[in-house]
């Protein structure tokens, strides 16, 4: 396949001239009340994530649209919550990237957490990768794929991003 990186590279100079603000506007939007996914399993999604990730388990209850299905959240700081259904009895098939689909989670942790979950990534056999000695990439127990960023809020590999 032949790609054309500097029609790529054209189009995205456009698309930043064209919609990026140097005055940019307030959003409409307070913050990220929960990003919601599917598991298979609760427990094992919540040993993953407050057990291993250490994101404290703040509810679990019966999802509203689906009768014996749990609707549960995890604390990802900054009042952001991570959410999970699991919708027994619908024979799901096994996570996907697709076109349109999640590709990852980012959440922002303090260097020193980074360190310590990377050592608990380690211990507890879960591969993953890292990237610019900022990112860790791994994936959670049902194959979503995860991004343990070392940088604040806002910022991305040292570039202001808010």
Same mark, same amino acid.
């Given at each position: #396949? %032949?790609? %054309?990186?500097?029609?790529? /590279?054209?189009?995205?100079?456009?698309?930043? /001239?064209?919609?990026l603000r140097a005055q940019r506007p307030e959003s409409s939007a307070r913050g990220l009340h929960h990003f919601a996914l599917i598991c298979s399993d609760v427990e094992q999604t919540i040993r993953?994530?407050?057990?291993l990730l250490e994101f404290p388990l703040t509810e679990i209850f019966e999802n509203r649209d689906y009768k014996g299905s749990n609707h549960f959240f995890f604390d990802?700081?900054?009042?952001?919550?991570?959410?999970?259904?699991?919708? *027994?009895?619908? %024979?799901?098939? *096994?996570?996907q990237e697709v076109l349109g689909g999640l590709?990852?989670?980012?959440?922002s942790v /303090?260097?020193?957490k980074w360190e310590r979950l990377k050592d608990k990534l380690d211990a507890a056999g879960v591969p993953y990768q890292v990237e610019s000695d900022a990112s860790i990439y791994l994936r959670d127990p %049902?194959?979503?794929?995860?991004?343990?960023?070392?940088? *604040?809020?806002?910022? #991305?590999?040292?570039?202001?991003?808010?």
């Open positions: #396949m %032949d790609i %054309d990186y500097a029609a790529i /590279e054209a189009t995205r100079e456009r698309i930043r /001239e064209h919609h993953f994530y407050q057990g990802i700081g900054n009042g952001n919550l991570l959410a999970f259904f699991d919708l *027994p009895g619908l %024979d799901l098939g *096994p996570y590709h990852h989670i980012a959440i /303090e260097r020193g %049902d194959g979503a794929r995860l991004e343990l960023l070392a940088d *604040p809020l806002g910022e #991305m590999y040292g570039s202001r991003v808010l």
